[in-house]
């Protein structure tokens, strides 16, 4: 099992531009999260989604959007990137005891 | 508002000395606790979990934490540190929801 995958592993961005980040795990689990993770702050959620076909706002969700396009795969769009969205964007999934695996991150910067 | 508190954010030990990373949270129901540990340039990786049971719990490499109820702590425990254990180390609550939250990270740095 690869378990959770991320693409791209990094990224660099001018401000405006568009990217999607995107995340696939292969463990059958029904949830799956996009975090950020800035110096300081530990992990904040920015969307959720508790089963395909649902996605929630987290705590940070302005200025993002997703997609649970299925059960496997859960992509995080930036429609118009701007500085404070540099930061390290971390993918996970879980079951339903909400231990959740984690991707290997995406490290983001945005001139 | 359900929250997770880590007041020691940088903590720094010798090698051989004894570990405790403070972790409370603010909720007096039931909850699920998870401490993760993410290694330089790595992503998170869980160390330990509690759901119910034995309030002591064991994870992996030597750790431990103690639920106590009472003091809606969390603690995270380990006899003899390593030079390895050297990582930013993370408290996960489950507030009864479809989520978690995270505490906001305490890093520790072992000397050798």
């Known amino acids: 099992n690869a378990g959770v995958t991320q693409t791209p592993k990094f990224q660099v961005l001018k401000t405006g531009q568009s990217m999607t980040l995107q995340c696939a795990q292969d463990?059958?689990?029904?949830?799956m999260y996009w975090y950020r993770q800035d110096p300081g702050m530990g992990l904040r959620l920015i969307y959720y989604?508790?089963?395909?076909?649902?996605?929630d706002k987290g705590e940070v969700p302005n200025g993002y959007n997703v997609s649970r396009l299925n059960k496997r795969e859960f992509s995080l769009r930036l429609e118009s990137a701007a500085p404070s969205q540099t930061s390290v964007y971390f993918c996970a999934s879980s079951i339903r005891d909400y231990e959740e695996y984690f991707g290997p991150g995406t490290r983001l910067t945005v001139l | 508002a359900q929250s997770v508190s880590q007041h020691n954010h940088h903590v720094i030990l010798s090698e051989a000395a004894s570990l405790e990373l403070g972790c409370n949270y603010s909720y007096g129901g039931t909850v699920n606790l998870f401490w993760y540990v993410q290694y330089p340039g790595q992503h998170l990786q869980l160390l330990l979990k509690y759901f119910s049971g034995d309030p002591l719990v064991k994870g992996i490499k030597g750790f431990e934490a103690e639920f106590i109820k009472s003091k809606f702590s969390f603690n995270l425990r380990k006899p003899s540190v390593q030079w390895s254990d050297t990582a930013e180390y993370f408290c996960?609550?489950?507030?009864?929801?479809?989520?978690?939250?995270f505490g906001t990270g305490t890093r520790l740095t072992i000397i050798p």
């Open positions: 996960a609550v489950n507030f009864g929801n479809e989520k978690l939250t």
């Open positions: 463990m059958n689990h029904n949830s």
């Open positions: 989604s508790a089963s395909e076909g649902t996605t």
